[in-house]
T-cell receptor
């Protein structure tokens, strides 16, 4: 069982739909991350939140909109996605402010398919 | 700038044989190094980490890795492979003050019965 919970596990949506991915952790971590992972590739960082503030945006298209409502929750809002956005979306969390020597803990991801 | 290179995108070993997965890093500052494992349809699970304490690091499931600064390496080993070790393995690097974790391209480990 992972300590980072992601919902839904699978999502199929059309290019005009609006949907959200959710991530929750109760480890007291104050840094949270979104990654995109294509098949047979390593995860690619999308966003980093540190103490509920967006600290890194890796030039992600605006059709992806992150939100961190509180220290335990992280959302990724999706709108007008393209077929190439189909991928596994992973959420991770870690202790913040410790010089990044703390490991990131990953959820099992949401497998997203864009029709 | 930081990066890791994983030599061998696919490694096959017989059950009971030594597992050796290679990782070399590049970092302009002292690195923090991690090995993660990913089973099919799952997220990444931390195997072990190096954060400037002991150079020989023991992890879960019988894996260990040795940090060698002179060789800029952090290879992952396990004395005896088990069928359940079949998975994708990622080496990753970060550094002090850098929130980003940079992953290698991954090594798929196959265990031959």
């Amino acid at each position: 069982d992972t300590e980072v919970t992601q919902t839904p596990k699978h999502l199929v949506m059309g290019m005009t739909n609006k949907k959200s991915l959710k991530c929750e952790q109760h480890m007291g971590h104050r840094a949270m991350y979104w990654y995109k992972q294509k098949a047979k590739k390593p995860p690619e960082l999308m966003f980093v939140y540190s103490y509920e503030k967006l600290s890194i945006n890796e030039s992600v298209p605006s059709r992806f909109s992150p939100e961190c409502p509180n220290s335990s929750l992280l959302n990724l809002h999706l709108h007008a996605l393209q077929p190439e956005d189909s991928a596994l979306y992973l959420c991770a969390s870690s202790q913040a402010g410790t010089g990044s020597n703390q490991p990131q803990h990953f959820g099992d991801g949401t497998r997203l398919s864009i029709l | 700038a930081q990066s890791v290179t994983q030599l061998g995108s696919h490694v096959s070993v017989s059950e009971g044989a030594l597992v050796l997965l290679r990782c070399n890093y590049s970092s302009s500052v002292p690195p923090y190094l991690f090995w993660y494992v990913q089973y099919p349809n799952q997220g990444l699970q931390l195997l072990l980490k190096y954060t400037s304490a002991a150079t020989l690091v023991k992890g879960i499931n019988g894996f260990e890795a040795e940090f060698k600064k002179s060789e800029t390496s952090f290879h992952l080993t396990k004395p005896s492979a088990h069928m359940s070790d079949a998975a994708e393995y990622f080496c990753a690097v970060s550094s002090f003050g850098n929130e980003k974790l940079t992953f290698g391209t991954g090594t798929r480990l196959t265990i031959i019965p």
